[in-house]
């Protein structure tokens, strides 16, 4: 992997660097963080997040089309047998979010309605991150959905267990049980990180100056999904607002 660490992640450092330092991100781990909050958070993240994962499977066999298309046969098939172990996971969103609800319901106030939060309007965030893929997928370098792959993954491996932790710690397993949809991203997305290094780094091997391209791509689109929790919390803090007001 020499060639992605010499041209290519050096392009990816600042993104990455939002994970440690994003004021939202890192309230999210802060100790003192309200419960109702970081659980009011978890709600936002997973009903909206079928809207960020439900395309995913599609992305994927559009970029091995598209790389088949343009003369990369073995990564392009690498890519469409890989979008079939994307398929359907959105679907755990969905029912982390509706299990979530069931949860707040029974101990929280206000009541929600699982359905209603599930067919929100998008927030600019998430628009502009399916535009990401979009963009990428039909322009003159489509590897450039590979790191963006590599780099949400990146996300998943180093700051959701970190999240997990804390929705341990402060929330308890019950709650945090309930997120199979991050339990699961943060474990199997070690090896489709190492899928998508490798493919990177043949990619690279085959034109390396479209390294900086590719990682430019992923980290506008990590960048992105950074934004996304922001808004998530936000959105949870202006939910509660009112209720602490009268408080």
Known sequence: ???????????????????????????????????EVLERFLIEWMARGAYMTEPVDGWIRRTGQRCIDLGMQKLGQSLVTHAKSETGHHLMTIEDARSLVAHWNARRTPTLNAEELLTQKPTESMKEYRQIHDETIEGANPVGQVAIEREIGYLAVYYVPRVMQQVETI?????????????????????????????????????????????????????????????????????????????
């Open 171 to 247: 929330l308890g397993k019950e709650v945090a049980d309930k997120l199979t949809f991050l339990n699961e991203h943060a474990a199997v997305d070690v090896g489709h990180t190492l899928l998508n290094e490798k493919m990177l780094e043949d990619a690279i091997t085959r034109s390396p100056d479209h390294a900086r391209i590719y990682a430019e791509a992923g980290s506008r689109a990590l960048t992105t999904y950074i934004r996304f929790l922001g808004d998530c919390l936000h959105m949870a803090e202006e939910q509660l607002a009112p209720l602490r007001a009268v408080a």
């Open 1 to 35: 992997m020499e060639l992605l660490k010499k041209l290519y992640e050096p392009h990816t450092l600042l993104a990455r660097s939002l994970l440690d330092s994003d004021s939202s991100l890192r309230r999210l781990l802060e100790p003192s963080i309200k419960p």
